[in-house]
């Protein structure tokens, strides 16, 4: 075996506590935020825990001036699926004031088709 297999992260018959893993730094409010200390030219971004979904991007940009933005993000589900019956009913009572049903009807039922 060569002495690069030991330095190899990812081997399987290395110790696991040693493989390298990514984690979120948590601060408590901007405060602690702004008391991240940071090399020059590199940047951090940090979670806050006392806000959801609340986080702040730090930025060292030389020696001497450290920037801090602060992002709230949001969970983002997907919409939920067109409810065709809902809709329909909708289109039939528009259509119903303007007296086109049986037009709108016939159309409605073709893009059901389609959609299937």
Known sequence: MNGQQNQNPF?????????????AKTVHGEEGASQVLLGPSSSEIVMDDTGPFVWYLITNEN???????RFRITKDDPPP?????????????IAGKLGIVDQLSDRLGKLEEALK
């Open 11 to 23: 081997n399987p018959g290395m110790n696991p506590m040693l493989v390298p893993r990514t984690q």
């Open 63 to 69: 020696a001497v001036k450290t920037t801090m933005q």
């Open 81 to 93: 699926p067109p409810d065709f019956n809902a809709l329909s009913e909708k289109i039939d009572l």
